[in-house]
Nanobody
Framework: QAQLVESGGGLVQPGGSLRLSCAAS????????MAWHRQAPGKRRELVAT???????NYIDAVRGRFTISRDIGKNTVYLQMNSLKPEDTAVYYC???????????????WGQGTQVTVSS
């Protein structure tokens, strides 16, 4: 059974920083594509950043230069370091994995439960 557990969200002032973590279990983490998505109130969920199997990273324009996605394969954990936060970054942030189960071979999408990030003074 795959499980993604996010942590690290909270309330921060504009210009501040937060680091989100997503601990994965039950999947072949080292071969997975990991991503962070976010959904603001009244808006559609959007992809924020990805890290591919080879370690290549990609970002949407709105966060490039401010956010950094990284992973620790030994800890089966992916991170999102968020700096220079803006009120428009306020959203629920979701961890996503395109992965195979440890005991399987099919590729599927898995999601965490989400963690709230609020940027406000």
């Amino acid at each position: 059974q795959a499980q993604l557990v996010e942590s690290g969200g909270g309330l921060v002032q504009p210009g501040g920083s937060l680091r989100l973590s997503c601990a994965a279990s039950g999947i072949r983490f080292d071969t997975s594509t990991m991503a962070w998505h976010r959904q603001a109130p009244g808006k559609r969920r959007e992809l924020v950043a990805t890290i591919l199997r080879a370690g290549t990273t990609n970002y949407i324009d709105a966060v490039r230069g401010r956010f950094t996605i990284s992973r620790d394969i030994g800890k089966n954990t992916v991170y999102l370091q968020m700096n220079s936060l803006k009120p428009e970054d306020t959203a629920v942030y979701y961890c996503n994995a395109r992965a195979q189960l440890v005991a399987g071979s099919e590729w599927s999408n898995y999601w965490g439960q989400g963690t709230q990030v609020t940027v406000s003074s």
